[in-house]
């Protein structure tokens, strides 16, 4: 149980043009799911944390107009990284957590953004 | 501040031990998560310590002081899929993970 799919796996867009990524939770009924971005051979950075039908909160520091996020629904999530860059490019991962109080989450398989 | 700090990178043999240690300094404390994470892949959950002690689970096993605040992560007869990194994650007063860098665990034949 507690499956977390990410899509796409993988994107290469042109400078200056938005790209969404979904994540789901294809068994459990996400509470809260969480966006990080990791560059290599670095650990994670949290992004943002959505809870179904509410504004996301952004971290410090992340654009909340460049990197919009939409949790429409207990089991979906969207990311759209709007007029990406070059260096927008890193690997973008989704978690999710179900329930109040329950803080284990469960992560996609990550998708990873090139921008040229 | 608030600070996980976990050894950059470590080297063993297959068949061996071996124990990654982290500490860390948070603004409360709701319990200490270990991740594994492979090269190009998402992190997987290995274990949750929110009382100190030693928990077990196959191979590994993960333990915590919480007034040192000192977590290790125990890998026992270790594998060569057991190459990845290791990640050391605090939960806040807030509920808010706090990560560390992560462990890079190097497996040798």
């Known amino acids: 149980g507690a499956v977390v799919s990410q899509h796409p796996s993988w994107v290469i867009c042109k400078s200056g043009t938005s790209v969404k990524i979904e994540c789901r939770s294809l068994?459990?009924?996400?509470?809260?799911m969480f966006w990080y971005r990791q560059f290599p051979k670095q650990s994670l950075m949290l992004m943002a944390t959505s809870n179904e039908g509410s504004k996301a909160t952004y971290e410090q520091g992340v654009e909340k107009d460049k990197f919009l996020i939409n949790h429409a629904s207990l089991t979906l999530s969207t990311l759209t990284v709007t007029s990406a860059h070059p260096e927008d490019s890193s690997f973008y991962i989704c978690s999710a957590s179900e329930g109040q109080g329950f803080y284990e989450q469960y992560f996609g398989p990550g998708t990873r953004l090139t921008v040229t | 501040g608030q600070n996980i700090d976990q050894p950059t990178e470590m080297t063993a043999t297959e068949g061996a031990i071996v124990q990654i240690n982290c500490t860390y300094q948070t603004s409360g404390f709701n319990g200490l998560f270990w991740y594994q994470q492979h090269a190009g892949e998402a992190p997987t959950f290995l274990s949750y310590?929110?009382l100190d002690g030693l928990e077990e689970k196959g191979r590994f096993s993960s333990f915590l002081s919480r007034s040192k605040g000192y977590s290790y992560l125990l890998l026992k007869e270790l594998q060569m899929k057991d190459s990845a990194s290791y990640l050391c994650a605090a939960l806040d007063s807030n509920y808010q993970l706090i990560w560390g860098a992560g462990t890079k665990l190097i497996i040798k034949p």
């Open positions: 310590n929110v």
């Open positions: 068994d459990f009924q996400a509470t809260t």
